[in-house]
């Protein structure tokens, strides 16, 4: 498992190696923490999930945004949405056709609630790209 770390430019430690794709992940920095359920969060899912081979980071994002969206998880969109723009994953376009796509296997009301939320997302992401560029 470390050389999959490494092939994707993270350090060797699973909390360094976990902490740094909640990073990436998030878009955002992102301290170390206390208690057993952050450290398994940061160790397990983030070193060890997040960066095993056969998926991309934009693979998982997708998956991700599917899962959440088909649950209603919108509070978990306004983070996962955000960082895909910022991180380049996925365009205002494919977005938009993900909240398309997805309406017809999650039902319409979340999905319309999902195509508005993905709107104002790019909106925001746009607005911020255009004052900071």
């Given at each position: 498992?470390?050389?999959?770390?490494?092939e994707v430019g993270l350090p060797e430690g699973r909390r360094e190696r976990g902490l740094e794709m909640?990073?990436?992940?998030?878009?955002?920095?992102?301290?170390?923490?206390?208690?057993?359920?952050?450290?398994?969060?940061?160790?397990?899912?983030?070193?060890?999930?997040?960066?095993?081979?056969?998926?991309?980071?934009?693979?998982?994002?997708?998956?991700?945004?599917?899962?959440?969206?088909?649950?209603?998880?919108?509070?978990?969109?306004?983070?996962?949405?955000?960082?895909?723009?910022a991180n380049g994953e996925l365009s205002p376009d494919e977005l938009r056709e993900i909240g398309v796509?997805?309406?017809?296997?999650?039902?319409?009301?979340?999905?319309?609630?999902?195509?508005?939320?993905?709107?104002?997302?790019?909106?925001?992401?746009?607005?911020?790209?255009?004052?900071?560029?």
């Open positions: 498992m470390e050389g999959a770390a490494s909640m990073r990436r992940v998030y878009g955002w920095e992102v301290s170390d923490g206390p208690g057993d359920f952050f450290g398994i969060t940061v160790e397990h899912l983030f070193g060890d999930i997040w960066t095993r081979p056969g998926l991309s980071m934009r693979d998982r994002r997708l998956l991700l945004v599917g899962v959440l969206a088909g649950q209603g998880l919108n509070d978990v969109l306004d983070i996962q949405i955000p960082a895909a723009l796509f997805l309406t017809h296997y999650i039902g319409w009301p979340l999905g319309s609630k999902l195509s508005v939320q993905i709107d104002t997302l790019i909106a925001r992401h746009e607005k911020h790209a255009r004052r900071d560029g």
